[in-house]
C-alpha cells in the first residue's frame, strides 16, 4: 500500500482549492466589476480597467452615477411594472398549475392521460417558436374592462401576465410531487367527506411547500428576467418592465458608469435574494431534471 | 388507479380546466397558429385581405442554386486577368437580373468556392436567412458539446467531498440567476475594443504583445465571442441538473470499484458515465432548446451585424414579424426553427437509447 504522506496530501489538497478558485474567479469577476464600476466616473472606469483598481471600491467613489441613471430613465415605474408582473403570475401560476396536477394526480376523469401527455409535449415547443403567432392573437383578442369591450392586448400589464400563468414544467413538477404524496390521505379525507376543494386547500397545499418553493423560484426567474415578450407587446413607458428599460441605457456613446449602476440596481436584490436562498434555487433548478 | 373515491369527472375538470384553457390559448394554438400563417402572406396590420400563399415564404428563404462561372477569356481565347492576376469572372449581378434566367431573378450571393478556374457562386433568394440558419446550427453545434461538457466537469469538481464545496458551487450558479440581457450588456463592456476587460487581460497576461481586438466588431470574432459569454452564463444550470444526476448513483458502485482498484478514468467509465444516461439525454436537449433560441445577446450586443455574421433564426424572426411588421416570415422562420428542434431532440433521444 502505498503511503501518503502528510505533505503530499496537503499539496493535494492546496491544488483542488486553487482550481476552484480559479474557476470561482471567472465567474465572479465580471459582476464584481458592474458594482465596482457603479461608483465611479466614466472616465476613471474606463481608466482603472488595465489593473485589478477596476475590481476594487478606489478612487472617487460616489453615488452620483446612481442619480443619473434615475434621471435618465423612470426607473421606479419599471421597478413597480416588474415586480407587479412577476408577483401576480408568480401566484397565479402556482394556483392554476397545482389545482391542474391535483386533478391529474388524485381524480379520474374522462380524457385526463391523453390531456397530460399532449401538455407534457409542449415542453419542446421553445417560446421563441411561437412569439410571432402569439403576438397576432394577443393583438386581437377581447377584453372587458372598464371600457367596456375591447379588442387588443397590446400595452397592458394583462398581455405580460395572463399568457404566462400556465406551464407544462410547472404542471409537472406539481404532479411528480403530488405523486409521492401518500394516497392514504386523500381517500381517507374523502370517506370523512371532505370535498375535492377542501382536501386541496387543507390536506395538500399545507404538505406542498418544497414544490411551491421551488415552482415560485423557477416562475420567478423566468419572468423577472422576460426580455423578448415584453419588447415586442409592450411599446408604452407606462408598461415596461426593468429588462426592456435598459434600453434607456444603450445609445451611440454609452455612458458606462449609468449603465453599471442600473445593471447593479436590477440585479443585486436578485442576487442578494439568491445567495439567502441558496439552497432552495439549486434544489429548484435539480428538480427539473428528475426524469419523469 | 382507478378507484371509484376518485372518480369524478366534473371535480377533475374543474380542477384542470384554467391549466388546459391557458395552455391550449397561449401555447398549443399560437403553436399551429404558426404552421398555417407560414401558408400566408399574414401582416401584423394590412389594409388587404390576408390570401394563401402554399409555400411561397418557405421557397423565398430556402432557395439556393450554384452558378459556375468560367473565367471572361478575350478574342485570343486568353483568360483575362486584373491587376493582381486573378482571374475576372462575369458579374453575378448580370446573371440574376437577366430576363434570360428568369428563375434566378432575385437572387444574391451567399459565397463562392473556386475549383480550378472556374467560381462555383452559390445564390440565395434570401441571404439574411441562410447566414441566420447556418450561424444558429453553428452555435449549438459547438455550444450544445462544449457547455454540456464543461457543465460535467464542473459537477465533478463540487461533487467532491471538501470543506466548503457548497460555497464554490453557489458561486458557479450564481450567473444563471442574473438576466441574459443584464449579462449580455455587461460583456459588451468586457469585449470593448478600448478599455475593455478582456484585451487589457490578455495584453497583460502577453506582456503587451497581444494586440487589442475588436471582439464584437469583427466578422470572425463575434459568434465565438458571443458563444463564449452564453456558455459562461448557463453553465451553472447545467452543472446542478449533472450534480443532481451524479447523487443517484449509488455509493455502493463506487465502493465495489475502488476495491476491485479501478483508475479514476476506469471509475469514471464505467460507473459515473452509464449512471448519467438520462441525464446526458435531459441536459443535451435543454441546452440544444435553449441554444437554437438565441435571441437577446444578439439584440442587446450586435443586432446581428457585423456583416450578418451574428444574424440567428429567432432574431429574424423577431425582426420580421414584429419589426418589419411581417408575421408570415417570421412564423415560417418559427417552423423551421421548431421543426430543427424537433428533430435534434428525436435523434439525440435516439442516439442515447436504452439498448436492450
Known amino acids: 500500500m502505498a503511503v501518503i504522506s502528510p505533505d503530499n496530501h496537503g499539496l493535494r489538497l492546496a491544488t483542488r482549492y486553487a482550481v476552484l478558485i480559479l474557476i470561482a474567479v471567472i465567474f465572479i469577476f465580471p459582476l464584481v466589476f458592474m458594482v465596482m464600476s457603479s461608483l465611479k466616473p466614466d472616465q476613471q472606469l474606463l481608466a482603472d480597467t488595465s489593473s485589478l483598481r477596476a475590481f476594487l471600491p478606489v478612487g472617487d467613489v460616489s453615488f452620483d452615477n446612481y442619480a443619473k441613471a434615475f434621471q435618465r430613465a423612470p426607473i421606479g415605474l419599471f421597478v413597480f411594472n416588474s415586480v407587479l408582473v412577476t408577483g401576480l403570475t408568480v401566484l397565479l401560476c402556482l394556483l392554476v398549475c397545482s389545482t391542474a396536477g391535483f386533478a391529474f394526480v388524485y381524480l379520474n376523469w374522462r380524457g385526463r392521460d391523453l390531456i397530460l401527455s399532449v401538455i407534457l409535449a409542449t415542453l419542446i415547443v421553445p417560446f421563441e417558436t411561437i412569439a410571432i403567432p402569439l403576438l397576432l392573437l394577443v393583438s386581437k383578442l377581447p377584453w372587458i374592462g372598464w371600457d367596456g369591450l375591447t379588442y387588443g392586448w397590446l400595452n397592458s400589464y394583462r398581455v405580460q401576465i395572463i399568457p404566462w400563468v400556465a406551464d407544462a414544467l410547472t404542471i409537472f413538477l406539481f404532479v411528480q410531487y403530488f405523486k409521492g404524496l401518500p394516497r392514504e390521505l386523500i381517500e381517507a379525507a374523502r370517506v370523512e367527506g371532505a370535498s375535492w376543494f377542501q382536501i386541496y386547500w387543507r390536506v395538500v397545499m399545507p404538505l406542498s411547500g418544497p414544490v411551491l418553493a421551488t415552482a415560485a423560484i423557477l416562475k420567478f426567474l423566468v419572468m423577472y428576467n422576460q426580455y423578448l415578450w415584453p419588447l415586442i407587446v409592450v411599446q408604452q413607458e407606462q408598461y415596461r418592465p426593468v429588462m426592456v428599460g435598459l434600453q434607456y441605457f444603450f445609445q451611440l456613446n454609452i455612458a458606462w458608469g449609468e449603465v453599471m449602476a442600473y445593471l447593479t440596481m436590477i440585479t443585486v436584490p436578485v442576487l442578494a435574494f439568491y445567495l439567502a436562498l441558496q439552497r432552495a434555487f439549486i434544489a429548484s433548478i435539480a428538480s427539473t431534471g428528475v426524469k419523469g | ?356
Open chain 2, 1 to 356: 388507479m382507478s378507484s371509484k373515491l376518485t372518480t369524478s369527472n366534473g371535480a377533475g375538470w374543474a380542477f384542470a380546466l384554467p391549466g388546459i384553457a391557458l395552455i391550449a390559448t397561449f401555447i398549443i394554438i399560437p403553436f399551429f397558429f404558426a404552421f398555417a400563417l407560414s401558408l400566408t402572406n399574414q401582416r401584423l396590420i394590412s389594409p388587404n385581405p390576408t390570401a394563401f400563399v402554399g409555400l411561397q415564404n418557405y421557397s423565398d428563404m430556402l432557395s439556393v442554386s450554384v452558378l459556375q462561372l468560367a473565367p471572361e477569356t478575350d478574342e485570343a481565347g486568353a483568360i483575362q486577368r486584373d491587376a493582381d492576376g486573378s482571374p475576372v469572372y462575369p458579374r453575378v449581378r448580370d446573371i440574376t437580373r437577366s430576363d434570360d434566367f428568369p428563375q434566378y431573378r432575385g437572387m444574391r450571393e451567399w459565397f463562392r468556392v473556386h475549383l480550378g478556374d472556374t467560381a462555383h457562386v452559390v445564390i440565395a433568394r434570401d441571404v439574411v436567412f441562410m447566414k441566420a440558419l447556418v450561424n444558429t446550427i453553428t452555435f449549438v453545434l459547438v455550444v450544445a458539446p462544449l457547455q454540456g461538457g464543461l457543465a460535467l466537469v464542473l459537477a465533478l469538481l463540487v461533487n467532491q467531498k471538501l470543506r466548503g464545496i457548497t460555497v464554490f458551487r453557489a458561486i458557479y450558479f450564481m450567473p444563471v440567476v442574473v438576466s441574459i440581457v443584464v449579462v449580455s450588456l455587461l460583456w459588451r463592456f468586457i469585449y470593448s475594443p478600448d478599455g475593455g476587460l478582456l484585451n487589457n487581460l490578455l495584453s497583460a497576461l502577453s506582456f503587451g504583445a497581444f494586440e487589442p481586438v475588436n471582439w464584437l466588431g469583427n466578422p470572425d470574432t463575434a459568434l465565438p465571442a458571443i458563444m463564449g459569454m452564453s456558455i459562461w452564463q448557463a453553465v451553472g444550470f447545467h452543472m446542478v441538473i449533472w450534480l443532481s444526476g451524479l447523487q443517484t448513483i449509488s455509493p455502493t458502485l463506487y465502493e465495489a470499484a475502488e476495491i476491485e482498484g479501478a483508475s479514476k478514468w476506469q471509475t469514471f467509465r464505467y460507473v459515473t458515465w452509464p449512471g448519467l444516461r438520462h441525464t446526458a439525454v435531459l441536459v443535451l436537449i435543454v441546452i440544444t432548446m435553449q441554444a437554437f433560441a438565441l435571441f437577446a445577446q444578439i439584440d442587446v450586443m450586435t443586432r446581428g451585424g457585423p456583416l450578418d455574421s451574428t444574424q440567428t433564426l429567432v432574431f429574424q424572426a423577431v425582426e420580421r414579424g414584429y419589426g418589419k411588421q411581417d408575421i408570415s416570415g417570421g412564423a415560417t422562420i418559427s417552423v423551421v426553427l421548431f421543426l430543427m428542434v424537433l428533430s435534434i431532440s428525436l435523434v439525440q433521444r435516439w442516439l442515447t437509447r436504452e439498448r436492450t
